[in-house]
């Protein structure tokens, strides 16, 4: 025999009291009916949790970086500048032609400087057009052109260039962005650093004829140290369960391995004049 639930013993939605709820939020655990329930990356909220920051982080990231110049922006206005100059050079030498192709590439830059969406596509065109117009002239040399050209390529192709034209992106691209630049970045560091210091160790008998052997040595074991140090806090912070997760365990704990190598490798190559040298400065 079954026993009968009433109607008012059944959780109702928190925002809702006449709606039954049909889920709880996964941050504050409050009953929220069908209406309420909101999807954030995979996961039931309520409306006020999924508003957070902290909930949908790639939601934040992203607006922080909308519209907002990126290093390539940057770049390609230095570039612009270069051009100007050049064509100021060309109408002095009277090769009015090519004072022409300058200011022309000038004014692209200027206009992806300025977030105009055209100039994603003629920055493509620069390069591609100088190559194309001055192979039958130049012949191989020409090819120069297409170091520029790949560099438009991965610029068109860069997911923060187009979150600066305010261009939607997927949220895969999002998220491995977000991972590069937010998450855990002291575990990336230190494993920058522990990588660095090995490979000056190499360095260091290449230059011990000049005598900077040993100072060399020294910077890498303090490279090392820092990274051992910058990893320890890295792996500390690690919590993947965090909203935002916060992950990158293996680069730290690598960083950390790769440090104590570092430190070992200086101590075996240096352990005498060390000892020398903090023995005297005990004494």
């Known amino acids: 025999m079954s026993a009968e639930v009433s109607s008012g013993a059944l959780p109702r939605c928190a925002l809702h009291p006449e709606a039954l709820a049909g889920a709880t939020c996964q941050r504050c655990g409050g009953f929220v009916c069908t209406a309420c329930t909101t999807w954030v990356m995979g996961q039931m909220y309520c409306p006020d949790c999924a508003a957070r920051p902290e909930v949908n982080y790639l939601e934040t990231f992203r607006l922080g970086l909308w519209g ?3 290093a390539s922006a940057w770049l390609v206005i230095g570039i612009a500048e270069l051009l100007l100059f050049l064509a100021l050079g060309a109408l002095v030498g ?3 032609h090519l004072a022409l192709a300058f200011l022309a590439s000038a004014g692209v830059g200027l206009a992806f400087f300025l977030g105009m969406r055209w100039a994603r596509l003629g920055l493509l065109a620069v390069p591609l057009l100088a190559m194309l117009l001055t192979a039958p002239s130049m012949g191989a040399p ?6 520029p050209l790949m560099v438009a390529v991965n610029i068109f192709r860069d997911t923060r260039s187009r979150l600066f034209f305010r261009l939607d992106v997927p949220e895969r691209e999002l998220r491995r962005l977000w991972d590069l630049r937010v998450n855990n970045p002291l575990a ?3 494993l920058s650093l522990s990588v660095g210091s090995l490979l000056l160790h190499v360095l260091t008998p290449l230059l011990s004829f000049i005598g900077v052997g040993f100072v060399l040595s020294f910077i890498c074991m303090a490279m090392a140290t ?9 792996l500390r912070r690690v919590d993947p369960e965090a909203r935002p997760p916060i992950g990158r365990r293996w ?10 190598a ?4 200086g101590f075996m190559l240096h352990w005498r004049r060390m000892v020398e040298l903090f023995g ?4």
């Open 68 to 70: 907002r110049r990126d």
């Open 94 to 96: 009277g090769t009015f």
């Open 142 to 147: 020409a090819l120069v052109f297409f170091v």
């Open 188 to 190: 990336r560091h230190a």
């Open 226 to 234: 820092l990274a051992l140090v910058l990893g320890a806090v890295a």
């Open 251 to 260: 680069e730290a704990l690598g960083a950390m391995g790769l440090a104590l």
């Open 262 to 265: 570092s430190l070992t490798f």
């Open 280 to 283: 005297g400065a005990v004494d």
